[in-house]
């Protein structure tokens, strides 16, 4: 059974892959996925999207019986590929993917989903996600994601940040500087949008701290640079 709640503490959040940041009004459109929304009421994380049938059709977050929802985060794609998405809801509901519409089921009516096919590259996607009740009958959204594709943090992670930061992290670590200068090879091949060199590079270096791991480097040390390489990898779309 699947309990209609929030995660509130930054504790739990850390517990769940998503991280949906989700804004609610008490004015809205009645048409379409009811936006441009007014009268902000309340914010809260959610770790899925699933106040359809996982809330038996009565979703009214703090209450409100008519409202506004605009909810917004990222899809992680493990390979790129063709992956179906559903959405489902009663009102009207619209789904964008990296900023175009990929989802419309907008206007009053009662529960209806609408699917689709995408084709997404591999590594982190911004969704955006509006829906509106009209505050009678059944209430509620869900969008259903394929297998390969996960929620994930609220927003894309910063890959220059994370760069910089695995390069003091790896600094005097390992073979002579030869990671570090792998690291810095990453950066100047990021800074000019070469993301093929970019993903070879940091492939090398995951695979060189594999090889080092428990003699030249503890493996600690090792597993944390190698998951930190991974994300970055995944952040600019690595295959």
């Not at 990929?102 to 699917?115: A, C, F, K, M």
């Not at 760069?163 to 792998?182: A, D, F, H, M, Y």
């Not at 030249?216 to 600019?236: C, E, H, R, Y």
């Amino acid at each position: 059974m699947m309990l209609c709640v929030f995660v509130l503490s930054a504790t739990l959040a850390a517990v769940h892959a998503g991280e949906i940041q989700i804004d609610y009004y008490a004015g809205f459109v009645p048409s379409g996925d009811g936006s441009p929304f007014s009268n902000y009421v309340a914010s809260e994380v959610a770790s899925d999207i699933r106040f359809a049938q996982g809330c038996w059709w009565y979703w009214h977050p703090h209450g409100i019986n008519a409202f506004g929802a605009h909810m917004q985060g990222t899809l992680v794609v493990n390979k790129t590929g063709l992956y179906p998405f559903a959405l489902t809801s009663d009102d009207g509901s619209r789904v964008y993917v990296d900023g175009k519409l990929v989802l419309d089921n907008g206007g009053p009516h009662g529960p209806i989903t609408v699917l689709t096919i995408l084709k997404l590259s591999a590594g982190y996607h911004s969704f955006e996600l509006n829906f509106w009740e009209d505050g009678t009958g059944a209430s509620g959204v869900d969008f259903a994601l394929p297998d390969g594709v996960t929620f994930g943090e609220a927003t894309i992670p910063d890959a220059e940040a994370m760069l910089q930061q695995l390069l003091e992290n790896v600094s005097g670590i390992g073979p002579g500087r030869s990671l570090t200068n792998k690291v810095m090879r990453a950066q100047s091949f990021c800074a000019m949008q070469d993301t093929e060199a970019a993903c070879w590079v940091l492939k090398s270096f995951v695979n060189e701290v594999r090889a080092q791991q428990a003699r030249k480097i503890p493996l600690d040390i090792a597993v944390g640079l190698i998951s930190d390489a991974q994300t970055i990898m995944a952040a600019i779309g690595c295959q």
